[in-house]
């Protein structure tokens, strides 16, 4: 039911963003309801997080994700023949063979001869961009992350082909020598501590039961439920930012809580993590494009 | 000689025991390579941002151990050098102002590249541990600091320990997950003293 086909008119993508905000608003009044109300931290907490998951649960209705809008423009900017080569994005390989979008995001990141490199999907499409459309790619990245008014090619084309795996079980596999080396930078870059803060992304995910202010932390560093989820979730409709987000804007996030400083788009490191976070989440089932907070 | 001699040896198995369980646990990756995918990660941050990154010992070191149990001759090296780097008031006084306190308690803003310079900054406490029980929304990668000075009766010495654990977590845990507050300039000594007041003055919410 996550492969449905819809056409929306603008103003029923304002309508729709509309009805989330107002959700967000009822949500955090009913917090402050909540906090108000009870007295011991202690007692209601159990409360204050059985509301939050409510919510989660009241917002993954896949029939009104804002962002099935992406998935729609992405087909549309997969067909379009674009650059100085004047050609579509249909014959783009993103390793099952040109063309072949079914399951192809749940062997992602993953080694291509072609290029010589591992790439993450963002970097293949940016990849096929330049090599098959002959396309000037500044104004693509610059709106590497969409906002108000702005969409993203990318962001759209993610949520598009990603879509096509959903139901798939990811499967990356480290078989080429650069996979192997891609998968054991990306371990290390997710305990490497440093910046203002000291963090690594292991301060936050590498327990389980941990929580940052209310928010629960998904432990990303085993194997797993927790990390299953997590990746099996990404692309998705973040309602708080009004946008569909891809795993490098994700990271570029993290980042950025962490006082790192801001990550380049499409760094083979950013790949790396990427690879390393997919194979402990190695058997979880894509629901894509989902919906969260 | 023979003294000199077994502490070589012990040494060096020591180094190798940590060597073999970290090559169980970590895929092997040269040290330089993943520094390049670092750099390149990073290669258009400002020079000044990127020289953030450049790993310190105590952050290698931590970065390379990840099983919490740290050997000990390892974690008083970190200890001993977190230790040396505090800096105390020059009058001693380590209890500033707990309301200026609990706004840096409660603020999550500073040193991220989204913040805008000259903004005010906070140490972000909530985001890790329980302090006034009044605030519902707190984390808990870090311990309940609930009722933190009254169950240490007020005693100067514990406050001027908690102002050193503000200031460089790692004096008291080798590779704690806290940040170096003061060691990191990240917050001042009188921002440092607030957070101390906050959790010491008898009327701070954190105490009622």
Request: glycine share 8%; aromatic share 8%; with cysteine.
């Amino acid at each position: 039911m996550l492969h449905r086909k819809k056409t929306m008119g603008w103003k029923r993508e304002e309508a729709v963003k509309r009805k989330w905000r107002s959700l967000v608003g009822s949500l955090a009044l009913s917090a402050l309801v909540l906090s108000v109300a009870a007295g011991n931290a202690a007692a209601q907490q159990p409360d204050a997080e059985k509301e939050i998951e409510r919510y989660r649960a009241m917002i993954s209705d896949p029939f009104s994700n804002p962002a099935f809008l992406n998935v729609d423009r992405g087909e549309i900017l997969w067909k379009t023949a674009r650059g100085t080569k004047n050609a579509s994005l249909e014959q783009c390989d993103l390793g099952e063979g040109p063309g072949k979008l079914e399951g192809a995001f749940a062997k992602l990141p993953r080694y291509f001869k072609d290029a010589d490199r591992v790439m993450d999907l963002e970097q293949r499409l940016h990849w096929c961009m330049q090599n098959l459309q002959g396309l000037d790619t500044a104004d693509v990245v610059k709106r590497r992350f969409g906002g108000p008014g702005r969409t993203s090619d990318m962001e759209d084309l993610v949520a598009f082909i990603a879509n096509k795996s959903s139901g798939m079980k990811f499967a990356v596999k480290l078989e080429h020598a650069k996979e192997k080396e891609s998968y054991a930078v990306g371990e290390a870059m997710f305990f490497r501590r440093g910046g203002q803060w000291d963090f690594s992304c292991a301060t936050c995910h590498a327990e389980d039961n941990k929580r940052i202010r209310l928010q629960g932390l998904p432990n990303l560093a085993k194997p797993g439920k927790q990390v299953q989820d997590t990746m099996g979730s990404w692309p998705t409709y973040r309602v708080s930012q009004s946008q569909l987000r891809t795993m490098q804007h994700r990271l570029w996030d993290c980042y950025r809580q962490m006082r790192w400083p801001q990550p380049d788009y499409l760094a083979d490191g950013l790949t790396a993590l990427t690879m390393y976070l997919n194979k402990n989440a190695e058997g979880a089932t894509i629901t894509v494009p989902s919906i969260k907070r | 000689m023979t003294r000199k001699f077994i502490a070589v040896l012990s040494a060096g198995v020591l180094a190798a025991t940590i060597g073999s369980a970290l090559a169980q646990q970590a895929a092997k990756v040269d040290p330089a390579v993943v520094d390049t995918y670092i750099k390149g990660t990073f290669s258009k941050a400002p020079a000044d941002w990127q020289a953030r990154i450049v790993p310190d010992d105590t952050q290698r070191i931590c970065s390379d151990i990840r099983d919490p149990s740290i050997p000990a001759d390892v974690a008083k090296k970190i200890m001993d050098a977190a230790t040396a780097s505090i800096v105390y008031p020059d009058d001693g006084k380590v209890i500033g102002d707990w309301k200026k306190g609990q706004q840096l308690a409660q603020r999550g803003t500073g040193g991220q590249f989204s913040d805008q310079p000259g903004r005010p900054i906070g140490g972000n406490c909530y985001a890790c541990h329980q302090l006034s029980p009044g605030e519902v929304s707190f984390g808990t990668l870090g311990p309940s600091l609930t009722a933190y000075g009254r169950n240490r009766k007020y005693k100067p010495e514990d406050a001027k320990a908690a102002y050193a654990k503000i200031y460089n977590a790692q004096a008291v845990q080798a590779c704690s997950n806290m940040p170096r507050f003061g060691h990191n300039k990240f917050l001042s000594i009188e921002q440092i003293k607030d957070l101390t007041a906050y959790l010491f003055d008898p009327e701070s919410p954190v105490n009622k």
